[in-house]
T-cell receptor, first 114, second 114 residues
């Protein structure tokens, strides 16, 4: 069964450094998402991406964040200058298209900012 | 805006006990409702879903019924196992202008002891 994959599974970085989290959505999916989960807290929506542009973003998704689909398979989340409070589990998800289609989640990348 | 409220954990049960995890929601329109499960160290997995009022979602012995009159989607299982120990998230999916977004509850940790 096709699945969403994410790399790395765990990333440790120093405050102020840039990180790129990578996701490979399911191959025929067109709609992509990033969510984050701060330890012990709920999963929060960050951004959705369709047709090579951001469809919607939350108030969390400020100028420090950016997303990109650099090629036909990868979908990335970049944090330009990490802060301690960016430490969280980041989940990528994809769906076949916009509208009433299931979102499939990846296993997550745990980001630790020291 | 949309919101999901679920009972706080942790919930500790003995094996074969009956499980209920309460979930209520606030949303405009007619959202789809979901339960996701997160096993230790893993990502989010869809457990079950219901897309319209009075639908019952079921999977692996878990059930939840979409109750529009009480805006609830409580998760139940008749006899829990140690392997059910995980964090359970109630979520709703809304679609606005063709774009979908999932809103999660805070999660309820379930611990099943032998």
């Amino acid at each position: 069964e096709p699945e969403v994959t994410q790399t790395p599974s765990h990333q440790v970085t120093q405050m102020g450094q840039e990180v790129i989290l990578r996701c490979v959505p399911i191959s025929n999916h067109l709609y992509f998402y990033w969510y984050r989960q701060i330890l012990g807290q709920k999963v929060e929506f960050l951004v959705s991406f369709y047709n090579n542009e951001i469809s919607e973003k939350s108030e969390i998704f400020d100028d420090q964040f950016s997303v990109e689909r650099p090629d036909g398979s990868n979908f990335t989340l970049k944090i330009r200058s990490t802060k301690l409070e960016d430490s969280a589990m980041y989940f990528c998800a994809s769906s076949v298209n916009r509208g009433p289609y299931e979102q499939y989640f990846g296993p997550g990348t745990r980001l630790t900012v020291t | 805006g949309n919101s999901v409220t679920q009972m706080e954990g942790p919930v500790t049960l003995s094996e074969e006990a009956f499980l209920t995890i309460n979930c209520t929601y606030t949303a405009t329109g007619y959202p789809s409702l979901f339960w996701y499960v997160q096993y230790p160290g893993e990502g989010l997995q869809l457990l079950l879903k219901a897309t319209k009022a009075d639908d019952k979602g079921s999977n692996k012995g878990f059930e939840a019924t979409y109750r529009k009159e009480t805006t609830s989607f409580h998760l139940e299982k008749g006899s829990v196992q140690v392997s059910d120990s995980a964090v359970y998230f109630c979520a709703l999916k809304s679609i606005t202008g063709g774009y979908q977004k999932v809103t999660f509850g805070t999660g309820t940790k379930l611990q099943v002891i032998p």
